[in-house]
């Protein structure tokens, strides 16, 4: 039975091929898009799920109040690490997490700069980072030891084992490969190319040993993993009040453990309130996938039955015969699932020949993997979803015909199907023009976001991390780059142009309240002369750095926020004390936006503090050649940098990536809501045939009485005109609702304005029009002789 049922489906997708043809690529697209989407969801919820103890791995995260606001953070005192170890049975193991800067390592003639992790012994035990070398339990036990990961192991030694020999980090600290780990995997919130221990840097940096009694001086992670039996909320519960019960001067300083398989979706809080992340896009693409897959579905079921009176005939007679309503339901529904078969074999090679052109929208490590059983699996189920959705109604309405009508010609549509019919268009153009809507509005905020001001000139601005070689030989540096001619200034500071490395407490100043040093943080950014001349930071009062001034070392320069805090009038001259240590005002500067450029910029401060800062700054002059320029600079940081190979960013590089995941929203959208219109259009096409095909001869009457072209289009066109303002009318508030809520996690973002609506309508509207038009314009053409003959 099901053989001959699929001989007939077949047969009847050959007779129609123009229907079909628009059914398999609508629903072809539809699925493919729906793939990928769920394709790109596994992949991000995929996230650390490969750690063995997973379940019982936390992040240590710290609520604080500071400058008015709550905030929740990572960074934790370095002493945490200590008392967990010793006082709180319930966590097993534990570790602290500092990344820092990328390293030089040097192994004979190789050398390299790479990103490292140091971390406790207890890491390796902890995350499930398999060792192909060593031992995981006492790999990092010895200060001076290293792990490698397989492809820094091969780029350094080679096939050759690197366990037992010697590299050299910096340029002047000699550690011993104890192991080599496999590479940690793509989808892992923890990245590294090589693992020190924390007591490394315990041993050889003063301020880390200075740290170990500071609770109030936050600069490191740290994770634990509780024993079986005990709760992330017990422990939570446990550790809370502990920073304010080991310095009684530190306020408002909440401890609590977020589960780590949650880190990468769960990041975001606000107001000591998680309040999601990348979660949210997930969520959101994921309803946008299934709305196209649904509108595809909806072209399908909208066809089948308005070409039901054609098969009228087809069901009267199967019924007269003895065919039962389940046969013909059955039936149908083999037509459904076949067309969605073949749409299925379309949609595959649709994601083989996009997933490409998809790479910069975050898609770069999805692919679909043919040997993987589970994901073919999930696919089938969803191309069977699709057979049954589009194939259901179309199936209970077609096998409902009375014989005796059906055979005698006399089957018309009720007002139900066409009113059905009408509610499925609708609903299609209701989600392609809230789509629209929310694609402008999307592009209008990130567009917001870079047309504010930055406070200082991004263009032909180099940043290069220095080593403490670079460091000790600056001004010679310095002095070289300005004699090539092509670069206008340079400066150093310690935390580039696009983060911020230091947030301090402990500012006061005259008329502040008491409590002052412990609830306002200021961003601190430590640098020397030249600052402003390479960086081109705006001077709203006062004056920049200078040698010509000894006193620049107690000197202190505001931005606009940090001048709003502290309320001084006339501050160049006043004094602003940190840690009871006087400074005088002597600058003003425009706020630099150095964190995230939807939010309100921190107030900070710039010191004069050379000795700390590790970040060069290279202004090159405006009408210098690039690649002259990197080939003039090349040398002479490789000269005083000789353990580095030579590296750099661009500023306003590293600026735009601030907008990648709101540009990546932003694309996709865009992908979907011309994807909806498209597939929508689609339906509107096959269906405007048919409401043409129905009428031909009530339009050929009508050219016989005199009705022009343009009566006609008018005739065939206006009932899906009124369907598509409809649409509209609907999709506008709904989709105000929707970026109403989005724009709501921005402090800064726009108003949104009522010509987005008008656009997004009218474009739907033009698009609708002009597909529709085809068609009914094809029938008025048509010489009313032969429409009537055919009758």
């Known amino acids: 039975m099901l053989r001959n049922h699929l001989k007939i489906a077949w047969r009847n997708l050959r007779q129609n091929k123009g229907l079909s043809a628009i059914n398999i690529l609508g629903l072809g697209i539809g699925m493919a898009f729906a793939i990928i989407i769920g394709l790109w969801i596994r992949y991000e919820t995929s996230f650390d799920t490969f750690h063995v103890n997973g379940d019982r791995i936390g992040l240590i995260r710290k609520h604080t109040f500071s400058n008015n606001e709550k905030k929740t953070q990572v960074g934790i005192p370095l002493p945490l690490y200590d008392e967990l170890k010793s006082n709180y049975p319930a966590i097993k193991r534990a570790s602290r997490m500092d990344w820092g800067n990328n390293h030089s390592l040097v192994a004979g003639d190789k050398k390299l700069s790479k990103a490292g992790l140091y971390v406790d012994p207890d890491f390796l035990q902890m995350f499930t980072f398999p060792m192909v070398e060593g031992n995981i339990e006492t790999a990092l036990n010895e200060p001076n030891s290293v792990v490698l990961t397989e492809s820094l192991s091969k780029a350094l030694f080679g096939e050759s084992s690197p366990v037992g020999k010697t590299l050299k980090v910096d340029n002047q600290y000699h550690v011993m490969v104890t192991g080599v780990v496999k590479d940690v995997p793509v989808n892992s919130s923890i990245t590294f190319e090589f693992l020190a221990p924390f007591e490394f840097k315990v041993q050889n940096f003063d301020f880390i040993k200075n740290a170990k009694t500071q609770w109030g001086n936050n600069f490191l992670a740290n994770v634990v993993e509780i024993r079986e039996g005990a709760s992330m909320e017990a422990v939570s519960k446990m550790i809370d009040p502990l920073i304010m019960q080991k310095d009684n001067t530190l306020k408002n300083q909440h401890l609590f453990l977020q589960p780590f398989k949650e880190v990468h979706l769960y990041e975001e809080y606000k107001n000591w309130k998680n309040t999601g992340g990348r979660i949210k896009y997930i969520r959101l693409f994921g309803i946008i996938g299934i709305f196209v897959l649904l509108i595809a579905c909806i072209n399908f079921m909208n066809l089948a039955t308005a070409r039901s009176e054609k098969r009228a005939k087809e069901v009267g007679i199967r019924k007269t015969v003895g065919s039962r309503r389940g046969e013909l339901v059955l039936q149908f529904l083999s037509e459904s699932m076949l067309t969605a078969f073949i749409a299925f074999l379309f949609s595959l090679l649709l994601i083989q020949m996009i997933l490409p052109l998809l790479k910069d929208l975050g898609f770069e490590h999805i692919r679909f993997d043919f040997k993987d059983v589970s994901l073919l699996g999930s696919v089938l189920l969803v191309c069977l979803f699709t057979g049954v959705i589009a194939g259901s109604y179309p199936a209970f309405y077609l096998s409902s015909f009375m014989p005796l009508k059906a055979l005698k010609g006399k089957l018309q549509q009720g007002r139900g199907a066409i009113t059905f019919r009408k509610v499925l268009v609708v609903s299609q153009f209701v989600v392609s023009i809230a789509l629209v809507v929310c694609t402008i509005i999307v592009f209008q905020q990130i567009q917001h976001a870079k047309n504010r001001s930055v406070g200082y000139d991004p263009n032909n601005l180099i940043t290069i991390d220095m080593s403490n070689d670079l460091q000790k030989n600056f001004k010679a540096a310095r002095q070289e780059l300005l004699n090539t001619g092509l670069v206008a200034s340079v400066a150093r500071a310690s ?42 930071v705006k001077f709203l009062q006062g004056r920049p750095f200078s040698s010509a001034y000894a006193t620049d070392t107690s000197a202190i320069i505001l931005n606009r926020a940090a001048l709003k805090v502290t309320g001084l009038k006339d501050p160049i001259g006043k004094v602003v004390k940190l840690n009871d240590k006087p400074l005088t005002v002597v600058g003003v500067i425009e706020d630099v936006i150095n964190r995230d450029p939807f939010r309100p910029v921190y107030p900070g401060v710039l010191l004069f503090q050379p000795s700390n800062a590790f970040i060069m700054l290279v202004r090159l002059k405006p009408q210098a050649d690039l690649r002259k320029a990197l080939g003039a600079i090349q040398p002479v940081i490789e000269r005083h940098n000789p353990a580095y190979p030579f590296e750099y960013s661009f500023v306003d590089e590293e600026f735009a990536k601030k907008f990648t995941t709101e540009n990546q929203a932003g694309k996709l959208a865009a992908v979907f809501a011309a994807l909806a219109i498209f597939i929508s259009c689609l339906g509107l096409f096959g269906l405007a045939a048919f409401m043409a095909e129905r009428r031909t001869k009530e339009i050929g009457i009508r050219k016989v009485m005199g009705a022009s072209v343009a009566n006609l289009w008018m005739l065939l066109s206006k009932e899906f005109v009124l369907l598509v303002l409809l649409a509209c009318s609907i999709a506008s508030p709904l989709a105000l609702w929707l970026m109403h809520e989005w724009l709501a996690q921005y402090d800064y973002r726009i108003d949104i304005s009522w010509w987005v609506f008008v656009a997004a309508g009218v474009l739907s509207l033009l698009i609708a029009l002009s597909t529709v038009s085809f068609q009914a314009i094809r029938a008025a053409l048509v010489n009313p002789v032969k429409s009537l003959r055919a009758e």
């Open 495 to 536: 935390s580039p142009m696009t983060q911020s490395y230091n947030n301090w407490s402990g500012f006061t100043w005259e008329g502040a309240a008491p409590n002052v040093k412990d609830d306002v943080v200021f961003d601190v950014v430590m640098t020397d002369v030249d600052y402003e001349q390479a960086t081109g």
